[in-house]
């Protein structure tokens, strides 16, 4: 009879004003909502150049932020409406601690919160080996 050992799981609902991180506990195999994280919002002034480097540098604490959360997960999945999902995948994607992890975007439009648990829910049970 083979181990089967629980993996963990997590979906990421992102855009680039928050993120809204969906797991399942161990205990219950329940998926809730775990966290919440908002992007810093940037109203400095100045030339655009100026404004874009602090645009890209908050985006960057802002994913690393993410990052530093779902760093105890083995399966991901990043979904949400524009490009923020490929390009926190791709942020992922450089990290090392990230190297062996199994990570899955989707486009989705703005969804309420029971429909993001759905989504994540409904994803990995689907893709249970």
């Known amino acids: 009879m083979k181990q089967h050992t629980q993996k963990k799981h997590a979906g990421i609902w992102i855009d680039n004003?928050?993120?809204i991180i969906i797991s399942n506990s161990p205990e219950n195999e329940d998926y809730a909502i775990q966290d919440q994280v908002k992007a810093k919002e940037n109203h400095s002034s100045g030339s655009e150049h100026t404004m874009n480097n602090a645009r890209q540098s908050d985006m960057l604490k802002y994913f690393k932020n993410l990052?530093?959360?779902?760093?105890?997960?083995?399966?991901?999945?990043?979904?949400?409406?524009?490009?923020?999902?490929?390009?926190?995948?791709?942020?992922?994607?450089?990290d090392t601690q990230f190297k062996n992890k199994l990570i899955t975007i989707e486009s989705a439009d703005h969804l309420t919160d029971p429909q993001m648990i759905a989504r994540v829910r409904d994803f990995f049970k689907s893709h249970q080996s």
């Open 67 to 94: 990052s530093g959360l779902l760093s105890g997960y083995d399966e991901i999945l990043i979904f949400g409406p524009g490009t923020s999902q490929e390009q926190f995948q791709h942020h992922l994607q450089e």
């Open 17 to 19: 004003v928050k993120a």
